[in-house]
């Protein structure tokens, strides 16, 4: 069934540099041996994403936005601690969150070795108008 507006989400990460800035503002208080990006610690990179799923009450209320994501990369790449500070709502952070947990980075470093790092990520939410 071909639907008139294609519910693809598309996601854009920001530079990792305002992603750090970001982090640096909110200074919420860390778990133990996780690191902030800066002084010697390099950002993670994302390897892979997955697109997170419109929900269908946000792609019927033609519902657009973006959800503010704050995670923690492990030193093997896995996203962990995945929360959403900020939504639109219907589901959308459910969504992104369900998106980023499959994300794979390469780690960040400190002194050359991986180590967990905490970044912010916003994921973006928009329907396109399917031409065909």
């Known amino acids: 069934m071909r639907l008139p507006a294609a519910a693809r989400a598309f996601i854009c990460v920001r530079a990792f540099v305002c992603l750090s800035a970001f982090s640096q ?8 041996g996780v ?8 950002p993670p990179q994302v390897l892979s994403k997955v697109d997170p ?9 033609k519902l657009t936005g ?4 704050t ?3 492990g030193e093997d790449g896995d996203a962990r601690n995945v929360r959403a500070l900020t939504s639109p709502g219907l589901s959308m952070d459910d969504a992104a969150i369900a998106a980023v947990s499959k994300w794979r980075f390469k780690p960040g470093l400190k002194d050359g070795m ?5 970044v912010d990520v916003e994921v973006q939410f928009r329907l396109i108008t399917d031409p065909g």
Not at 53 to 61: G, H, K, L, N, T
Not at 114 to 118: C, D, E, F, R
């Open 71 to 73: 995670l923690v990369v």
């Open 53 to 61: 799923q419109y929900s269908e009450e946000a792609r019927i209320a």
């Open 114 to 118: 991986p180590v967990p790092v905490s």
């Open 35 to 42: 690191y902030r990006i800066g002084n010697g610690v390099t």
């Open 66 to 69: 973006t959800v503010s994501i």
């Open 25 to 32: 503002q909110t200074q919420t208080p860390l778990p133990e």
